[in-house]
């Protein structure tokens, strides 16, 4: 009975420490899955948080988003009604841009004619002063062709000028020569 008893507690011992040994690990597995809800649900939380924030931008970013709608559609409306008198203003200017072709035209024609008579005045006058041109070029030539033969008789005479000198300057040379020859005789003597 003592062996029984023994056995029994034994037993009884093995059973508690396997138990105690589930409930552990059941404890741990329930930690483990708590701390695995927690996480998730910090997870959730911050996912909430940005979702939140997100949102709080998003409805900020479309207020910002009016208020630019706001203003282009403002910008819309001044922009359609200076390009109606911008229009307008097109129109007008091309009117008058028109009147004014027409006149050019009419000018252009007046002038035109204007410059033909002047032309045809001032062909005249250049057939003048070409024949006068040619008279002055033909009296030019005559007056060079005096000056040049003026120039060959100066350059004879001019010549015969040095000719005439340096036989001068020989004798006066030569009589010189001569005289100090002289002067010298007659200075010994």
């Keep these: 009975m003592i062996d ?52 709080q931008n998003s409805k900020i970013e479309m207020h ?20 109606k008198r911008l229009r307008e203003l097109v129109n007008t200017i091309r009117d008058e841009k028109d009147t004014a072709i027409s006149e050019l ?8 004619d204007r410059i033909n008579e002047l032309n045809d005045d001032c062909n005249i006058k250049i057939a003048q002063l070409e024949n006068l041109l040619l008279e002055t070029k033909e009296k030019h030539r005559h007056t060079e062709e005096g000056a040049y033969g003026v120039m060959v008789k100066q350059e004879k005479i001019v010549e015969k000028w040095k000719t005439e000198h340096k036989s001068t300057v020989e004798y006066f040379e030569k009589l ?4 100090e020859v002289e002067n010298r005789t007659l200075k010994d003597k």
Aim: with cysteine; hydrophobic share 25%.
């Design 176 to 179: 010189n020569k001569h005289l």
């Design 64 to 83: 910002e988003l009016q208020v630019k709608l706001d203003g282009y559609m403002k910008d819309y409306d001044r922009y359609f009604v200076e390009n």
């Design 105 to 112: 035209n009419r000018l252009k024609v007046i002038y035109h």
């Design 4 to 55: 029984q008893w023994r056995n029994f507690k034994e037993e009884a011992n093995q059973k508690y420490e396997q138990y105690s040994k589930q409930i552990n690990q059941g404890e741990m597995k329930n930690e483990e899955h708590n701390r695995a809800l927690i996480n998730e649900c910090e997870k959730q939380r911050e996912e909430v948080e940005s979702m939140r924030t997100e949102r």
